[in-house]
């Protein structure tokens, strides 16, 4: 099977053009050793050819100086792609072909894939295609990824043009350091490098992934003999700087000349007149915030629009998906009922299987909502200026402006938002990221405040869930501070994003974006979730002599845990008496879902109450008394606040263990919310107390 590998700057269409090849037979993982995504899928044309497609990382060029940039010169050099299919966005094509001219100077065939020329027409601008591709010295297919226009016949001067061979060409051949390329050339050429002039241009910039190749390794000194008497002459002073202006030069003077524009470079664009007020350095803000609150209300508010009766679309689903849930709790029950079973098949698979599992199942309509009202800013172009409007006020914090959407959707559910992450270019930027996102309260810790402000502040209780939110941003802001100085201290990067034009968003391409979602959700409930909901209700409901005794028990596994646990916690506050392991108990059971945690005190606190501690008005009434004769106000504060800031639910953490493809880093992750939870719980405790709460 031929393999094609997709190669151009982000933001250019690639991920488009990629779906509309590959469509369903995508798959995702990462390359290995980093958390980059590779994504990879297969193309059959007519003839029935199939084809494999690699999308590689958006990159600005080829050149050591991100993971993404590595990663598809990498691939390119040496994973031996049949083509390179360079995709060059057509409304910004000066800035998008110097990427083209560096890999124009590899071994391997190419063929240009210039997109967006449904804008381009629009526009009223013209390309001489034809004298494009006489330029380049390979061919240039007019096409429009969101529309599939020309995508067909892309792939068929792809598949043509893939069965000949072709030897990489400079532009830089014809300018004054010519000689110096053919002196580090004639040298390669002698000891049989492959890809010779791309790594002769190279070895001039002192490439350091070209000046380490193991190819050289017995001809080193040689090498380093031609670059130093190369470097003694004046005009090869600061050789990257010259080459990456004989680069543009060249675009300028050869390629630029073939496009024809309607407008005058002075004139703006749509999209310029767009972000006139979309970027506004007064109005930027407050507009991408009434973007996100729309977002956020058409998900999540039980009241659309203050429209009483009437739900978001987010909570409908999810309120669907709640009730298909309990339909199929009731049916099993009945069936069990039925049958005789005994008390722990019928605990094992209402409320251990069906009743955790399909907790977290509920929430996926709704992330699936997310995701969509999210993913249209993102198609529609918004996004990009959204990253670009707050890098100026997360780069104070350690983060660039890419950070701001996964931190946003915190406030929804950490599992996405930690998903979200795999969007951010820089390495540092993703870890740090998913570091933080778990102390944005998400809204499963709602309940959680509610009962403890329904039993203690009922006078203030918008005041201290309000503070509960802003001990999470502050939190997460002084940690990222601290990260950035103390463990990822030397790895700076620079913002850049490329602007895309304003567009509408491809049903095609949102659909499928979706699904990947909805597949990677599932996999994980019918798995780690599946799998800790058992151990857990396991745990909760036997005692070591495997007897069962109820989840309101001290002498279950995790009331005997609890019970060990609770010198840990005691500076905390929030486990004194001899019902203190019960607190205990809830965060452990919190890692399931942070709402479980309240149906869990439901059940230890007011045992009598069972189940129906929440939805019975005495037994709520009667749970909500004892909290107040436990917990004094600064060990309430506290509860709520080791709960925002500990170990999110065992999907985050399972999302975050996908993500960081790492197991020593997930293991850093944990010991630094758990550490985190602690300390900042112990300061509020203590300092309420001496206060006098």
Same mark, same amino acid.
């Given at each position: =099977?031929?393999?094609?590998?997709?190669?151009?700057?982000?933001?250019?269409?690639?991920?488009?053009?990629?779906?509309?090849?590959?469509?369903?037979?995508?798959?995702?993982?990462?390359?290995?050793?980093?958390?980059?995504?590779?994504?990879?899928?297969?193309?059959?044309? *007519?003839?029935?050819?199939?084809? +494999?497609?690699?999308?590689?990382?958006?990159?600005?060029?080829?050149? !050591?100086?991100?993971?993404?940039?590595?990663?598809?010169?990498?691939?390119?050099?040496?994973?031996?792609?049949?083509?390179?299919?360079?995709?060059?966005?057509?409304?910004?094509?000066?800035?998008?072909?110097?990427?083209?001219?560096?890999?124009?100077?590899? %071994?391997?065939?190419?063929?240009?894939?210039?997109?967006?020329?449904?804008?381009?027409? @629009?526009?009223?601008?013209?390309?001489?295609?034809?004298?494009?591709?006489?330029?380049?010295?390979?061919?240039?297919?007019?096409?429009?990824?969101?529309?599939?226009?020309?995508?067909?016949?892309? =792939?068929?001067?792809?598949? @043509?043009?893939?069965?000949?061979?072709?030897?990489?060409? /400079?532009?830089? =051949?014809?300018?004054?350091?010519?000689?110096?390329?053919?002196?580090?050339?004639?040298?390669?050429?002698?000891?049989?490098?492959?890809?010779?002039?791309?790594?002769?241009? @190279?070895?001039?910039?002192?490439?350091?992934?070209?000046?380490?190749?193991?190819?050289?390794?017995?001809?080193?000194?040689?090498?380093?003999?031609?670059?130093?008497?190369?470097?003694? *002459?004046?005009?090869?002073?600061?050789?990257?700087?010259?080459?990456?202006?004989?680069?543009?030069?060249?675009?300028?003077?050869?390629?630029?000349?073939?496009?024809?524009? @309607?407008?005058?470079?002075?004139?703006?664009?749509?999209?310029?007149?767009?972000?006139?007020?979309?970027?506004?350095?007064?109005?930027?803000?407050?507009?991408?915030?009434?973007?996100?609150?729309?977002?956020?209300?058409?998900?999540?508010?039980?009241?659309?629009?203050?429209?009483?009766?009437?739900?978001? !679309?987010?909570?409908?689903? *999810?309120?669907?998906?709640?009730?298909?849930?309990?339909?199929?709790?009731?049916?099993?029950?009945?069936?069990?009922?039925?049958?005789?079973? +005994?008390?722990?098949?019928? &605990?094992?698979?209402?409320?251990?299987?069906?009743?955790?599992?399909?907790?977290?199942?509920?929430?996926?309509?709704?992330?699936?909502?997310?995701?969509?009202?999210?993913?249209?800013?993102?198609? +529609?172009?918004?996004?990009?200026?959204?990253?670009?409007?707050?890098?100026?006020?997360?780069?104070?914090?350690?983060?660039?402006?890419?950070?701001?959407?996964?931190?946003?959707?915190?406030?929804?559910?950490?599992?996405?938002?930690? =998903?979200?992450?795999?969007?951010?270019?820089?390495?540092?930027?993703?870890?740090?990221?998913?570091?933080?996102?778990?102390?944005? /309260?998400? &809204?499963?810790?709602?309940?959680?405040?509610?009962?403890?402000?329904?039993?203690?502040?009922?006078?203030? +209780?918008?005041?201290?869930?309000?503070?509960?939110?802003?001990?999470?941003?502050?939190?997460?802001?002084?940690?990222?501070?601290?990260?950035? *100085?103390?463990?990822?201290?030397?790895?700076?990067?620079?913002?850049?994003?490329?602007? !895309?034009?304003?567009?509408?968003?491809?049903?095609?391409?949102?659909?499928?974006?979706?699904?990947?979602?909805?597949?990677?959700?599932?996999?994980?409930?019918?798995?780690?979730?599946?799998?800790?909901?058992?151990?857990?209700?396991?745990?909760?409901?036997?005692?070591?002599?495997?007897?069962?005794? &109820?989840?309101?028990?001290?002498?279950?596994?995790?009331?005997?845990?609890?019970?060990?646990?609770?010198?840990?916690?005691? !500076?905390?506050?929030?486990?004194?008496?001899? %019902?203190?392991?019960?607190?205990?108990?809830?965060?452990?059971?919190?890692?399931?879902?942070?709402?479980?945690?309240?149906?869990?005190?439901?059940?230890?606190?007011?045992?009598?109450?069972?189940?129906?501690?929440?939805?019975?008005?005495?037994?709520?009434?009667?749970?909500?008394?004892?909290?107040?004769?436990?917990?004094?106000?600064?060990?309430?504060?506290?509860?709520?606040?080791?709960?925002?800031?500990?170990?999110?639910?065992?999907?985050?953490?399972?999302?975050?263990?996908?993500?960081?493809?790492?197991?020593?880093?997930?293991?850093?992750?944990?010991?630094?919310?758990?550490?985190?939870?602690?300390?900042?719980?112990?300061?509020?405790?203590?300092?309420?107390?001496?206060?006098?709460?």
């Amino acid at each position: =099977m031929l393999r094609f590998g997709l190669a151009g700057n982000p933001n250019c269409g690639k991920t488009a053009l990629f779906n509309e090849l590959t469509g369903s037979t995508a798959h995702v993982g990462n390359w290995a050793g980093v958390t980059v995504d590779r994504k990879e899928g297969t193309y059959r044309n *007519k003839k029935g050819e199939d084809v +494999s497609i690699i999308d590689l990382p958006g990159i600005y060029s080829l050149s !050591p100086y991100t993971p993404e940039e590595i990663i598809a010169r990498n691939f390119i050099i040496n994973d031996t792609p049949d083509l390179i299919i360079n995709i060059i966005d057509a409304t910004n094509i000066e800035r998008n072909l110097y990427l083209t001219t560096q890999i124009l100077e590899i %071994d391997c065939p190419v063929v240009i894939a210039l997109n967006m020329m449904d804008i381009v027409e @629009k526009q009223g601008d013209t390309i001489d295609i034809a004298g494009l591709s006489s330029i380049l010295g390979v061919p240039v297919v007019p096409i429009s990824a969101l529309t599939g226009e020309g995508t067909e016949k892309l =792939m068929d001067t792809a598949i @043509k043009t893939a069965k000949n061979k072709r030897l990489g060409k /400079s532009v830089l =051949m014809e300018s004054h350091i010519k000689d110096a390329i053919i002196q580090v050339k004639t040298l390669l050429e002698e000891h049989n490098i492959p890809h010779v002039v791309f790594n002769s241009v @190279k070895l001039l910039e002192a490439d350091s992934i070209s000046l380490e190749n193991p190819l050289l390794s017995d001809h080193k000194e040689e090498l380093h003999n031609i670059l130093n008497e190369i470097a003694k *002459k004046d005009i090869y002073n600061d050789v990257e700087a010259v080459v990456a202006d004989l680069r543009y030069k060249f675009i300028t003077e050869y390629c630029s000349p073939r496009i024809k524009r @309607k407008r005058k470079v002075t004139d703006l664009s749509p999209s310029d007149k767009f972000d006139r007020i979309l970027t506004n350095k007064f109005l930027g803000i407050p507009i991408f915030l009434i973007f996100m609150f729309l977002v956020f209300h058409l998900t999540f508010s039980e009241s659309l629009f203050g429209i009483e009766g009437l739900s978001s !679309p987010g909570v409908f689903l *999810k309120t669907l998906a709640e009730n298909g849930v309990g339909v199929i709790s009731e049916t099993v029950s009945s069936l069990l009922v039925k049958a005789g079973a +005994s008390d722990w098949v019928f &605990g094992f698979l209402v409320d251990g299987v069906i009743g955790g599992v399909g907790s977290v199942l509920s929430f996926v309509p709704q992330i699936l909502c997310l995701f969509l009202f999210l993913s249209i800013l993102e198609d +529609s172009g918004y996004m990009a200026r959204a990253a670009f409007i707050m890098d100026r006020i997360l780069r104070h914090f350690g983060l660039s402006g890419r950070s701001f959407l996964p931190l946003l959707m915190g406030f929804g559910c950490s599992v996405p938002a930690i =998903m979200g992450a795999r969007t951010l270019e820089n390495e540092r930027d993703r870890k740090i990221t998913m570091l933080i996102v778990p102390f944005f /309260s998400c &809204g499963a810790k709602l309940p959680i405040y509610a009962m403890f402000t329904a039993a203690l502040f009922k006078e203030n +209780s918008d005041i201290v869930v309000f503070g509960m939110y802003l001990i999470g941003i502050v939190t997460a802001v002084i940690s990222a501070i601290i990260l950035k *100085k103390v463990i990822f201290r030397d790895e700076n990067a620079p913002f850049i994003m490329e602007l !895309p034009q304003y567009h509408c968003p491809r049903a095609k391409s949102l659909i499928l974006l979706l699904w990947e979602k909805l597949k990677g959700y599932l996999l994980r409930a019918g798995t780690v979730i599946l799998a800790s909901t058992i151990v857990i209700w396991f745990l909760s409901n036997f005692s070591f002599k495997l007897e069962m005794v &109820g989840s309101g028990s001290a002498e279950s596994i995790l009331g005997v845990l609890g019970t060990a646990l609770v010198p840990f916690f005691k !500076p905390l506050g929030f486990v004194n008496g001899s %019902d203190g392991w019960k607190a205990i108990v809830a965060i452990i059971t919190g890692l399931i879902a942070k709402e479980a945690v309240v149906s869990t005190m439901g059940v230890l606190y007011t045992p009598s109450a069972g189940g129906d501690a929440l939805e019975n008005a005495e037994a709520r009434e009667a749970l909500l008394a004892v909290v107040a004769s436990s917990f004094s106000p600064a060990a309430a504060i506290a509860f709520m606040a080791f709960n925002l800031l500990c170990v999110p639910c065992i999907a985050a953490v399972s999302a975050a263990r996908a993500e960081l493809n790492s197991g020593k880093w997930t293991a850093f992750a944990i010991l630094f919310w758990i550490f985190t939870a602690w300390v900042v719980s112990f300061i509020i405790y203590n300092v309420g107390t001496l206060l006098g709460f």
